[in-house]
């Protein structure tokens, strides 16, 4: 009797077997791992493709290994030369070790995000305006090498760090404006003040070349004549030479 009532719960102990191992089976993607805990501790990990964990005595904890983008919302940040600026950016990083970051961090995500805003305050209070405006590449990559030290025992590795926007008081952007205005009026002055005196370097060669060569003048003269006389409207008052109204004056006493 006993062998019967045995033989008779087979069937439901084979279907709670199968209900069992059909339950732990698990499924890890190629960008994923799987962290296996048996009876609460470490036990391995699980690589892509179909795996077991065993209902009641193990457990397992999904590690995602693609890299993520956290936005570091707006900072208020004073910089060395005591300038306040909000200045936001955002960060990449990617579990690299998927142990550390389930066992040694409670949550990774959360704690990367609040270590790079702390971090970014502290990189922005050590360089000055000018700097934080001219060497953003510079800076960002200042970041990113301390937070990435930082999480090191986290198993996160943190990829790049880029600096979206960095805004500045109402009252220094006009003061800035202010200063980019007068450098742009110093510099045209500059340019006006080099034209011209090339201008004048040109007109004194001209001059020379003029005096010296011999009918040049004349020549000259008769261009400029030609030049105003294009125009209908002009009057056109014709100077002649000196020397032609001596040379004149000459013949007509030769001729007395």
Not at 30 to 38: L, P
Not at 67 to 81: E, H, L, N
Not at 122 to 130: H, K, N, S
Not at 218 to 233: K, P, V, W
Request: charged residues 25%.
């Amino acid at each position: 009797m006993a062998l019967l009532s045995v033989i008779g719960f087979m069937p439901a102990l084979l279907a709670l077997f199968v209900f069992l191992v059909l339950t732990g089976l698990k499924v890890v993607r190629e960008y994923e791992r799987g962290v296996k805990f048996t009876l609460g501790k470490y036990s391995g990990l699980m690589q892509p493709g179909l795996r077991l964990v065993i209902p009641v005595l193990q457990s397992w904890e999904r590690v995602d290994l693609r890299v993520k983008a956290v936005d570091v919302p707006d900072q208020d940040c004073i910089s060395k030369d005591n300038v306040s600026v909000r200045v936001n950016a955002v960060l990449y990083f990617k579990v690299a070790d998927p142990k550390k970051a389930i066992i040694d961090i409670e949550n990774y995500y959360y704690a990367t995000s609040q270590l790079s805003q702390t971090t970014m305050r502290d990189v922005v209070g050590e360089v000055t305006l000018d700097d934080l405006l001219r060497e953003r590449d510079k800076i960002s990559k200042k970041i990113q090498m301390s937070v990435d030290k930082a999480t090191d025992p986290w198993g996160i590795k943190v990829e790049s760090v880029d600096l979206k926007h960095i805004e500045l008081p109402q009252d220094m952007k006009r003061v800035m404006a202010a200063e980019a205005e007068s450098e742009r009026e110093k510099r045209a002055v500059i340019i006006k003040a080099e034209g011209e005196a090339e201008a004048a370097t040109n007109m004194a060669k001209a001059a020379r070349t003029l005096a010296t060569a011999p009918g040049a003048l004349h020549l000259r003269t008769l261009q400029s004549i030609n030049e105003i006389s294009s125009d209908q409207s002009n009057t056109v008052v014709f100077a002649v030479p000196l020397e032609v109204l001596r040379a004149l004056e000459g013949l007509s006493k030769g001729n007395k």
